[in-house]
């Protein structure tokens, strides 16, 4: 079993930046790794994946070339650097980690593991 935990939520002001942090611990896990959003009232979307190697990344165009995916396999860790941040951002961020895939997996259905978030609160 794999366990995930999200660090890095907080408060900012529209056009900052923070880093999500997610850490996965119970077994070296070496799968896709990426994050989903769900804002109040609304559905839980696809934000950004990374293959195992970092070889492969997508976004969701709402968040490209504002954030950016990354991972350290070393530290079982997966990052997301978000800048130029929206008051529209604002949402429960989700890690979340699948054996085979993430990015064909863009509706989350079928993702194996996922953590229990962390809140991203974007003002105006």
């Known amino acids: 079993q794999v366990q995930l935990v999200e660090s890095g939520g907080g408060l900012v002001q529209a056009g900052g930046s923070l880093r999500l942090s997610c850490t996965a611990s119970g077994r070296t896990f070496g799968g896709a790794m990426g994050w989903f959003r769900q804002a109040p009232g609304k559905e839980r979307e696809f934000v950004a994946s990374i293959s195992w190697s970092g070889g492969l990344t997508s976004y969701a165009d709402s968040v490209k070339d504002r954030f950016t995916i990354s991972r350290d396999n070393v530290k079982n860790t997966v990052y997301l650097q978000m800048n130029s941040l929206k008051p529209e951002d604002t949402a429960v961020y989700y890690c979340?980690?699948?054996?085979?895939?993430?990015?064909?997996?863009?509706?989350?259905?079928?993702?194996?593991?996922w953590g229990k978030g962390t809140l991203v609160t974007v003002s105006s």
């Open positions: 979340a980690a699948d054996p085979f895939t993430i990015a064909r997996k863009k509706n989350g259905n079928g993702i194996d593991y």
